[in-house]
T-cell receptor, first 113, second 111 residues
Framework: KAGVTQTPRYLIKTRGQQVTLSCSPI?????VSWYQQTPGQGLQFLFE???????NKGNFPGRFSGRQFSNSRSEMNVSTLELGDSALYLC????????????FGPGTRLTVL | GENVEQHPSTLSVQEGDSAVIKCTYS??????FPWYKQELGKGPQLIID?????GEKKDQRIAVTLNKTAKHFSLHITETQPEDSAVYFC??????????FGRGTSLIVHP
């Protein structure tokens, strides 16, 4: 099976812009989670989607949002970008509710100038 | 909520030596403990995991031990090789809830 794929792999944006990141989970996986990874804060949970519904949300401002489509693909959006949003954004998928192991994609490296 | 402490933050060993990374967790409800390896430019990859009904699990050169009473678990890598150099993350999780990750250990294996 193909792994989790994320597009684009690299992005450079300027402050105030918005960005949309995409994630395609492993075939058959219905749960998608998003994480922000920075050297200072480590892996921080953003949100989790299952069957197009947000199931959990981390402690991030409302500028961070996401959605999941009927084919389980997911997007996350960050509006009004700030310098501190520069990070590696990771998507992870798992088969679904009641399952635990998460499988990560390669990430999208976002740089905000 | 859950809190996971991971030590050391950096570990430097010679090729062929063993490496041990330790994690402690706070929530006794956690029952699933995965370990991830992240190489430069890549996402974390699951290398081994253990559930709370098991005390030890081994997969070739990698082993994980769990002490539920003390709330700590450890990753053991034997006969380290340069390709083991990476950042390793532990995590603690209750069932299908969101995992809490440790801050990571940068393992450097010198040839």
């Amino acid at each position: 099976k193909a792994g989790v794929t994320q597009t684009p792999r690299y992005l450079i944006k300027t402050r105030g812009q918005q960005v949309t990141l995409s994630c395609s989970p492993i075939s058959g996986h219905r749960s998608v989670s998003w994480y922000q990874q920075t050297p200072g804060q480590g892996l921080q949970f953003l949100f989790e989607y299952f069957s197009e519904t947000q199931r959990n949300k981390g402690n991030f401002p409302g500028r961070f949002s996401g959605r999941q489509f009927s084919n389980s693909r997911s997007e996350m959006n960050v509006s009004t970008l700030e310098l501190g949003d520069s990070a590696l954004y990771l998507c992870a998928s798992s088969p679904g509710l009641g399952t635990d192991t998460q499988y990560f994609g390669p990430g999208t490296r976002l740089t905000v100038l | 909520g859950e809190n996971v402490e991971q030590h050391p933050s950096t570990l430097s060993v010679q090729e062929g030596d063993s490496a041990v990374i330790k994690c402690t967790y706070s929530d006794s409800a956690s029952n699933y403990f995965p370990w991830y390896k992240q190489e430069l430019g890549k996402g974390p990859q699951l290398i081994i995991d253990i559930r709370s009904n098991v005390g030890e699990k081994k997969d070739q050169r990698i082993a994980v031990t769990l002490n539920k009473t003390a709330k700590h678990f450890s990753l053991h890598i034997t006969e380290t090789q340069p390709e083991d150099s990476a950042v390793y993350f532990c995590a603690a999780q209750e069932g299908s809830y969101i995992p809490t990750f440790g801050r990571g250990t940068s393992l450097i294996v010198h040839p």
